[in-house]
């Protein structure tokens, strides 16, 4: 009688699903809207760039820089959802998937719709943000290979 147990499969996937796709619906509506953020939220951006200023004394962060550091940040989920798709099936594919992601927007904006502007820029620092995504979720996923014990181990 064997004591293998069955392998364990992993929740990473489904996880990613069930936060990623309403990541990814916001996304798409903050992105294609057809109102530029600034528009609809000039208070709550003017907010934020006063409050850095006090607080971190970061005087150089206006409202370009801001608008850079957010293309970054907002495509670094997206990057580590794409890992966790693509991992076990064709990992180079979530490399590309940000970079598609946002010159799909991009092209949208510029096609679609006359008040957004498609940007070479914020495909370039959308991108950048999804590959940050994909190393981290990357080198996590290492990290925690590494903790599991081998199956040579357990025999």
Same mark, same amino acid.
């Given at each position: 009688?064997s004591?293998?147990?069955?392998?364990?499969r992993s929740?990473?996937?489904?996880v990613?699903?069930?936060?990623?796709?309403?990541?990814?619906?916001?996304?798409?509506?903050?992105?294609?809207?057809p109102?530029?953020v600034?528009?609809?939220?000039?208070?709550?951006?003017?907010l934020?760039?006063?409050?850095?200023?006090?607080?971190l004394?970061?005087?150089w962060?206006?409202f370009?820089?801001?608008?850079?550091i957010?293309?970054?940040?907002?495509?670094?989920? @997206?990057?580590?959802?794409a890992?966790? %798709?693509?991992?076990? !099936?064709?990992?180079?594919? +979530?490399? *590309? $998937?940000?970079?598609?992601?946002?010159?799909?927007?991009?092209?949208?904006?510029?096609?679609?719709l006359?008040?957004r502007?498609?940007s070479?820029?914020? @495909?370039?620092?959308n991108?950048?943000? %999804?590959?940050l995504? !994909?190393?981290?979720?990357w +080198?996590? *996923? $290492?990290?925690?290979?590494?903790?599991?014990p081998?199956?040579?181990?357990?025999?």
């Open positions: 009688m004591t293998d147990s069955p392998p364990r929740l990473a996937l489904p990613a699903l069930v936060l990623g796709i309403p990541y990814l619906i916001g996304l798409l509506l903050l992105t294609i809207w109102r530029p600034q528009d609809s939220a000039p208070v709550i951006l003017d934020v760039v006063r409050a850095v200023h006090r607080g004394g970061w005087t962060l206006g370009s820089e801001l608008e850079a957010a293309n970054v940040l907002v495509f670094v989920p @997206i990057g580590t959802l890992f966790l %798709a693509f991992r076990r !099936v064709a990992w180079p594919l +979530a490399f *590309a $998937a940000g970079p598609l992601l946002s010159l799909g927007v991009e092209l949208v904006q510029k096609a679609a006359p008040h502007i498609g070479v820029a914020d @495909i370039v620092l991108s950048v943000g %999804a590959t995504g !994909v190393l981290l979720a +080198a996590i *996923a $290492a990290a925690v290979s590494q903790l599991r081998s199956k040579l181990e357990a025999s």
